[in-house]
C-alpha cells in the first residue's frame, strides 16, 4: 500500500529541489542559468537553514559545475547539479567523462532552446543534443513526473549494474515555473527508498587506490565503451524494476512510455514532456465524438526502448511523432527517425509522419494538436503518408 503523502501547489522546479532536498546528496555543485536558476536558489536556502546536510559549491560556470560534481563524485559522494540550454552545452567535454567514468550523477535539465539567435524558453535541443554522451535520459510531463523522477533516478543510477549518469528533463517554464497540483512522499520514505550511497570504488579509499582518468590506447577504448554500451542496455530491466518498487511506495506508475487511450486507437500521436498534456485533451475530445485516436508518450530517451515501442504502436494504422528539436538531419526529429529506424523489421508498419514542432517555446495549442489527427485521417483515407516531415506551427 501507498505511503500517506502530502498534497502541495510547486511549481516544477520547486518539486526538484524538494526532491533533493529530501535525497540530501552529499554534494551540490551549482550555477545559474534560466530556466533552471529556482532549483539551485531553493536549495540553497535550504543549505542556509540547515535542513540539510548537503555541501553546497558555487562555482565560475556550467562547466565547472560538473567538473565539481564529477570530482565529487569520483571521490565517493552522492554528487548533483543542475542545468538548462547553453549551460548544458558548456558542460559538453565533461558529459563524456562523467559517463565514461561511471559515475552516478543526477542532473536535472530544465529544457530551454539552444542559442543561436538567444531565446530562454523550452524547446529540447539541449537534451536532444546530447543523446550520444552516454546518460540515461527521462523525461517528465508535470511537477509531479519531475519529482517522481528525479526520486527514481538515483536508485536508476547508482544501481551496480548500471552506474551511469541520469538527466531528468522537464519543459522549461511551461514546467519549471508553473504551479501544479501534486503529492510529496513522506521525507523518511523518500530517504528510506533512495537507500545509502554505497560508492563502488571511491578515489579517496587510501586502503584500495585507483587511478581515474587516464590516458586508455587502442588496445582497451573499444572494450571501455562496450562496457558502458552494455551498462545502457541493463538500464533496461532497472528502469522498470526502480519504476514498480515505486509504484509501491507512492501509488503512481512508471515505465519507459506512458499509452493513453491506446487499446483500439488507429491514429496515435508520439509526443513527450508537456505537450503530451495538451494532446490527452484533444484525444478525450474526439474520443467523445467516437474517434478512435490516443497517444504514445515517451519517458525513456536513453536507453531508447525500441522494441517496446514497435509493440505498443503495432495496432496502430497511422502515427505522427512530435519532435521539439531540429536535428537538421533533413530526416526529421531525434524521436522520429529512431521510431521509424525502430520499425524497419517490423512485419507491421503504421503509415508515419513526423513534426518539428514550439521551437523556442512556441505554443502548441489543441488547435495544432487536432491539425495533426487530422492529417493522420487524410492519410489513412489515402492509404499513404502524405508529408515525410514537416513543421507544425511555422508562419507563412
Known amino acids: ?30 550555477y545559474p542559468i534560466t ?3 529556482d532549483i539551485v536558489q531553493y536549495y540553497s536556502q535550504f543549505v542556509a537553514d540547515g535542513e540539510v546536510a548537503t555541501e553546497m559549491v558555487t562555482v565560475e560556470s556550467e562547466h565547472s559545475a560538473m567538473s565539481a560534481t564529477i570530482g565529487a563524485s569520483s571521490a565517493g559522494a552522492r554528487a548533483m547539479t543542475a542545468t538548462s540550454s547553453q549551460g548544458l552545452a558548456l558542460m559538453w567535454e565533461m558529459l563524456h567523462i562523467a559517463a565514461g567514468d561511471r559515475l552516478p ?26 543523446l550520444t554522451t552516454g546518460w ?22 547508482e544501481d551496480p549494474r548500471v552506474l551511469l549518469p541520469v538527466m531528468v528533463c522537464y519543459d522549461g517554464f511551461i514546467t519549471s515555473h508553473a504551479v501544479d497540483n501534486l ?38 577504448y573499444t572494450e571501455m565503451r562496450v562496457q558502458e554500451a552494455e551498462a545502457m542496455g ?58 478512435k485516436v490516443g497517444l504514445l ?10 522494441e517496446e515501442l514497435v509493440k505498443a504502436l503495432s495496432g496502430a494504422k497511422a502515427v505522427a511523432v512530435m519532435d521539439r528539436a531540429e536535428t537538421f538531419s533533413t530526416q526529421g526529429g531525434q524521436i522520429f527517425t529512431e521510431l521509424r529506424s525502430a520499425f524497419y523489421n517490423s512485419g507491421t508498419r503504421p503509415l508515419m509522419r513526423g513534426y518539428i514542432f514550439g521551437l523556442g517555446g512556441r ?34
Request: contains cysteine; charged residues 25%; proline residues 5%.
Open 136 to 157: 540515461i535520459q527521462i523525461y517528465g510531463e508535470n511537477a509531479q513526473e519531475a519529482y517522481d523522477n528525479m526520486i527514481q533516478a538515483v536508485r536508476i543510477a
Open 183 to 220: 503529492e510529496l512522499i513522506p521525507t523518511e520514505a523518500v530517504k528510506e527508498f533512495v537507500g545509502t550511497y554505497k560508492p563502488q570504488r571511491p578515489l579517496l579509499n587510501v586502503e584500495d587506490p585507483i587511478t581515474v582518468g587516464a590516458l586508455v590506447l587502442p588496445d582497451y
Open 234 to 291: 541493463r538500464a533496461n530491466d532497472v528502469i522498470l524494476e526502480v519504476a514498480r518498487e515505486f509504484e509501491r511506495l507512492s501509488g503512481r506508475k512508471y515505465g519507459f512510455f506512458e499509452e493513453y487511450r491506446m487499446d483500439d486507437a488507429e491514429r496515435v500521436i508520439v509526443v513527450m514532456s508537456s505537450t503530451a498534456g495538451t494532446t490527452k485533451a484533444v484525444v478525450d475530445q474526439l474520443r467523445a465524438k467516437g474517434e
Open 297 to 306: 508518450k515517451p519517458r525513456v530517451m536513453r536507453p531508447f526502448p525500441a
Open 363 to 396: 505554443d502548441t495549442t489543441t488547435r495544432e494538436i487536432r491539425k495533426v489527427f487530422a492529417d493522420l485521417s487524410d492519410d489513412l483515407s489515402k492509404g499513404r503518408a502524405g508529408r515525410f516531415v514537416g513543421y507544425l506551427d511555422v508562419r507563412v
Open 1 to 30: 500500500m501507498a505511503v500517506k503523502q502530502k498534497y502541495v501547489g510547486m511549481t516544477g522546479n520547486e518539486a526538484v529541489a524538494n526532491a533533493m532536498k529530501q535525497i540530501d546528496p552529499d554534494v551540490i555543485a551549482a
Open 105 to 130: 550523477i543526477v542532473m536535472p535539465v530544465v529544457n530551454r532552446a539552444l542559442s543561436a539567435p538567444i531565446n530562454i524558453h523550452c524547446d529540447h535541443s539541449d537534451t536532444m543534443g546530447s
Open 35 to 37: 530556466p533552471q536558476t
